[in-house]
Structure formats: structure tokens, C-alpha cells
């Protein structure tokens, strides 16, 4: 019999109720119960039954279809996390935290939650915040209006920093859901931004907004900014993200070539299209092939058109097999593939671009065309600033994502840093999820905490409503596919040797959450394991080894009825 002690010492007034007997609860299992007009989620691991909110913060995922992890869960459709004990969000993507109650298991074994009623108003909860406290002379900044830099500035503060706190952004709006431009181009920044105006307000963050840093200079500890003014620190974080690459090509500076990475160039793009509008889209990157998903519904009566080097999309990065799954879903819908050519002149009027000469001598007509062309890091104001770069403009950094200069981190697409789930190489990955969690990090860090990284990878995309997602990393060599890909219910798992390094899913939820896990709780999957039943593995709860216990397979009451399904849209476009 447990006690969770997560108490609300808020005070106002308070609900409680029995919800079900301990008995109905086995060891590591969920059970989602009525309370009041409301639901809780309890969960039940190493005795202990704990009370939480029963969605995830980010899209509102069911979390009793989630993965139960040592003391924690994680949300089955963008891997973010959530401690059971503090409903505190450990890993990401999202902002906010889930509701926690109190749990107390009466003498006759019936399970009474007790919950303060403004819990009950909200799936999510915002952690405890400090604000600026003028008698602290301290100054932190962020270089950086992405995710990396919004969580860090918000952890700072949940952490009891209370010096001057400035966010350098580039765009001259406040940080945004920028993953929601690839599904949808004509957003405004209200209904999008990461949090309201007055957040920043309260909490003492200093948004210098339409700025960017020129400079860095580490022996005064001076950021410069583009209009000669600077902005002295103590501690430096610097998430500046990418900027889409642009092709020196014969006629690339004509009109209606776009590159999308900000609210900005969603605009101008969507101003472009029309319903007749002919569309070429270069690349066939996860932003390129989101956008040819986004403009046939719009283009109905014109034509949506992607150029590609390889001859299968993601070839390598999700394998053929699935890469040629992928190429026919667009087919389906009438968007056209042209593979293995490239482009060698976009031809037009001498104003905008009327055609795209390819490679193989066609040419496809246009009247806007949509660079997905990859990314370069936006590091080029940091040469001459003593913080050591890379060839390629990342920056390379510690456990701790601190770079070579003392106080000074680095974190989101920039960082090349230790992942965890591919025995701590440093890696670069743009992911939107894991530059939360590079905020998080830096943030404890520039905070003295000591905090190291222990990152896995988790990456998804929605593609003509059906959801890919992966977790993991790290190069393999065989592909072991489960399930039906033509049906697109199938599990692709990627091995290096034996091992198991990375899994794509496709309904299949939550599996690609529950690899996610066994990988951050130190347990491997191998190839050995999927030869009899390939989905096995992921019914035998995760220890705090990873290794599988010697327990009966988790169990939950029952999986939660069909949610509407999360906003179709990958976390690629970090820009943090």
C-alpha cells in the first residue's frame, strides 16, 4: 500500500472522492477513473498508485495509450514526458506541465483522490515561476526566439533565477508553434505564439524582438546587436538554429522562389498560391514533401510537382522500403514525383519563374516554386568570438551543452552534442522535440545544477493524415518490417549488427514511445528479439534498467477511445 505525496498547498477549495479499489490496479498498470465531472489517471508502479491528468499538454494524446516508464510517462504521439509523482514534463515537445493530485488508499482498500477545484479547470499547469528581482545584478541571455530558447528562459525561471533575463529573437513577433507552418501557411502570430504577451510580463523576460546578434565577444562577455547596441552577461545561451540553404542555380533570384522557415515566408507563400496555382517543390526533405501535402489540397485545379536527387524519398534515412511507401501515398493524392534528376535553371520572364529546367532536359511549368533544399546553421556571427566551431558552422559542447568558453552553451539544430540513445556520440539533430529539451538543460546548467544530457531522439511527420514516427538514432545496416506497410500499419525497426538503434511506426502508437523509453532506461532491443513476435518486447515493463522485469506484461483498463489525432505536422522546422 503507497502513499503519493503530490499535494496542492495552494489552498482554496477541494474535491475528493473514492475512485476505484487498489485491487483494480495491478503493478504497472493505468487505470483511468471518473472524478466528478472530470477523469484522473492513476498509475500504479513500485506499490505506489499516483493520480495525474489523464492528456498530454502538447496535443492533448490520451496518456493511458502512453508508454510507463521508471516513475514517469510518455505520451504516444510526440514523445513528451511526464513524471508520475509531480505531473512535472521531464521531456518534450510542449511547455506546460500535467496535473498531479493526492492519492490516499483508505483502510478498506478504496483509492480516494483529493484535488484543489482549479485543477480541475486545465489539462495543463504551468510550473511555479519567479520573476525579476531588481537587487539581482545578474544578467543571462539567449540568442534565440525558438524552442530552445523559450524553454530555457522558462525553466530559469521555474529554477529561482531572478537576475535580468533577455531573449534575443531575430523575428520581430514573440516565439511561435513553428511547426505548424509546414500544415498550414496563412496563421497569424496570435494563434500560434508559444505564450501570450503578458507571460513574458509576468515573469520578467526581456523579449528583444526583430534583433539579431552581429557578435560575440567572450573575453568582455559582450553580445552586439545589429543596431550597435549590446547587452552584457553572465551566462550565454545561444540557439539561433538554421537557415534554409539556397542554391546559387541559374535563375534562383526570381520571383515566387521561396524558402519556408518563419511566419514571414509562410505568408508570402500562401499569398502566392492560388486554386490554379502549378507548384514545384525542390527536395524531397520532410519540409518539402509537407508542403506538397499542404499545397494540393489548396492548388485543386493546377498541379503539385517534387524534384528529387534520390530515386526514393528518405532512402536513407528511413529505408527504402518505407521511403517507396511514402512515394506512393503521394502519388495517390496527385502530387507528382520526379526522381533523380536535379535541377539545372529555373527560366523565367525576366521578373518570376514560369518554368524549372531539370536535369534530364524536361521542363515543368511553374508559377511558384518551394525550396526544401536542407539547412545551414545560423552561426556565422559567433567567428572571431573564441567559441569553437565546426567546419559546418555547428558548435560543439559538452554533456552539459556548454561549448569551450566557460558560462557560454549551446543547444537545438546548432549543437553538436552527446546523444544518449547512440552511446553518447555527438551528433546535430534539428529536432523540435529535443531543442525543448536543450533548453531545459542549458537552463539547469547556466544554474550550476550539473545536469548532463541523456537524449533519445523521438521525430514524427503527418502526411496526408497518417502519422510516421521515429525514435532512436544512429546508422544501421537492416531493416526488419512488422506488420503491413501497404496498409500503413506496420513497425520498421533499423539495426546496426544485432542491435536495434532506431523504429519508425505507423499506426502502431505507442510503440515508437515505448522503444523511446526502454532506450532512455538503459535497455537495448535486439534484432534476436523480434524474430518470434516483433512487438513482444513492448508488453514486459521497463525497470529502471531497462531491462525486462520478471512481472506479469503492463496492463491498462483499456486503451482510450479514438482522440482526434494530433495537428498534422513534423517537428523538423526547429529553428531554435
Given at each position: 500500500?503507497?502513499l ?33 465531472r472530470?477523469q ?9 498508485i499516483?493520480?495525474?491528468g489523464?492528456?498530454c499538454?502538447?496535443y ?7 508508454a ?11 514523445g ?18 500535467i ?13 480516494k483522490?483529493?484535488?484543489?477545484k482549479?485543477?480541475l ?9 519567479k520573476?525579476?528581482d ?6 543571462f ?13 522558462e ?25 505548424k507552418l ?10 500560434i505564439?508559444?505564450r ?18 552581429v557578435?560575440?565577444?567572450?573575453s ?13 552577461y553572465n551566462?550565454?545561451f545561444?540557439?539561433?538554429?538554421s ?8 535563375g534562383?533570384?526570381?520571383e ?5 522557415r ?9 499569398k502566392?498560391l ?6 514545384v ?29 534520390s ?7 528511413l ?6 511507401r511514402?512515394?506512393?501515398l ?5 502530387v ?28 515543368i511549368p511553374?508559377d ?6 536542407g ?7 559567433l ?12 558548435v ?18 546548432i ?11 555527438k551528433?546535430?539533430?534539428?529536432h ?9 538543460i ?19 511527420t ?15 545496416d537492416?531493416?526488419?518490417i ?19 538503434v532506431?523504429?519508425?511506426t ?15 532506461n ?7 528479439d ?11 515493463p ?8 520478471e ?6 483498463e483499456e ?15 526547429s529553428?531554435n
Open positions: 500500500m503507497g503519493n505525496n503530490c499535494k496542492d498547498r495552494s489552498g482554496g477549495n477541494f474535491v475528493e472522492a473514492v475512485v476505484c479499489q487498489e485491487s483494480e490496479i495491478q503493478e504497472n498498470g493505468m487505470k483511468v477513473c471518473e472524478f466528478g472530470d484522473v489517471l492513476l498509475v500504479k508502479q513500485k506499490g505506489v499516483s493520480a495525474v489523464t492528456k499538454s502538447h492533448g494524446a490520451p496518456l493511458i495509450n502512453g510507463l516508464g521508471d516513475g514517469r510517462i510518455r505520451c504516444p504521439w510526440h513528451a514526458c511526464f513524471n508520475l509523482k509531480t505531473g512535472d514534463i521531464e521531456d518534450f515537445p510542449g511547455l506546460d506541465s496535473p498531479c493530485y493526492e492519492v490516499e488508499i483508505q483502510s478498506g482498500g478504496g483509492v483522490v483529493r484535488a484543489n482549479r485543477q479547470e486545465s489539462s495543463k499547469r504551468v510550473k511555479d515561476m520573476t525579476r531588481p537587487k539581482n545584478d545578474n544578467v541571455v539567449i540568442i534565440g526566439g525558438g524552442p530552445a530558447g523559450q524553454v530555457c528562459a525553466t530559469l525561471r521555474q529554477e529561482g533565477y531572478t537576475g535580468r533575463l533577455v531573449v534575443v529573437c531575430a523575428e520581430s513577433v514573440p516565439p511561435y508553434d513553428r511547426i509546414s500544415k498550414q501557411l496563412n496563421w497569424t502570430i496570435d494563434k505564439q508559444l501570450p504577451d503578458a507571460f513574458y510580463k509576468e515573469h520578467g523576460i526581456e523579449l528583444m524582438l526583430g534583433k539579431e546578434a557578435s560575440v565577444d567572450t568582455k562577455n559582450l553580445v552586439t546587436l545589429d543596431d550597435n547596441s549590446t547587452v552584457t551566462s550565454l545561444i540557439a539561433t538554429g537557415v534554409p540553404r539556397k542554391p546559387d542555380t541559374p534562383s533570384d526570381l515566387n522562389i521561396f524558402t519556408l518563419n511566419l514571414s515566408d509562410a505568408g508570402r507563400i500562401s502566392a492560388t486554386a490554379s496555382s502549378k507548384v517543390i525542390i527536395g524531397t526533405s520532410f519540409i518539402g514533401m509537407e508542403m506538397a501535402a499542404a499545397c494540393i489540397s489548396t492548388c485543386s485545379e493546377g498541379s503539385v510537382t517534387v524534384i528529387g536527387r530515386d526514393v524519398p528518405f532512402s536513407e534515412s529505408g527504402k522500403i518505407v521511403g517507396s511514402i512515394a506512393r503521394f502519388t495517390e493524392k496527385n507528382k514525383l520526379m526522381t533523380g534528376v536535379t535541377v539545372s535553371e529555373y527560366e523565367g520572364d525576366g521578373t518570376r519563374v514560369n518554368n524549372v529546367a531539370l536535369s534530364d532536359g524536361s521542363k511553374a511558384v516554386v518551394i525550396l526544401g533544399l539547412s545551414t546553421f545560423a552561426t556565422g556571427f567567428k572571431g568570438s573564441g567559441i569553437t566551431m565546426n567546419a559546418n558552422g555547428s560543439p559542447v559538452n554533456e552539459f551543452l556548454e561549448t569551450n568558453c566557460l558560462g557560454v552553451y549551446a543547444g537545438g539544430d549543437a553538436e552534442a552527446p546523444v544518449y540513445a547512440a552511446n553518447d556520440q551528433k546535430t539533430i534539428g523540435w522535440g529535443l531543442a525543448h529539451y536543450h533548453g531545459k542549458a537552463a539547469l546548467n547556466m544554474m550550476s545544477a550539473s545536469r548532463p544530457l541523456k537524449a533519445v531522439p523521438f521525430f514524427w503527418m502526411l496526408f493524415g497518417t502519422s510516421f514516427r521515429y525514435a532512436g538514432h544512429g546508422s544501421y537492416d531493416t526488419v512488422a506488420g503491413d506497410v501497404e496498409s500503413l500499419k506496420f513497425a520498421c525497426y533499423y539495426c546496426s549488427g544485432d542491435r536495434v532506431a523504429i519508425c505507423v499506426g502502431k502508437d505507442p510503440l515508437a514511445a515505448k522503444f523511446a523509453e526502454l532506450i532512455y538503459g535497455g537495448k532491443l535486439m534484432k534476436r523480434l524474430a518470434e513476435d516483433p512487438f513482444a518486447w513492448a508488453t514486459i521497463i525497470a529502471a534498467t531497462g531491462k525486462p522485469q512481472a506479469t506484461p503492463a496492463t491498462t486503451s482510450a477511445p479514438a482522440a482526434a489525432e494530433e495537428t498534422p505536422a513534423s517537428d523538423t522546422p529553428a
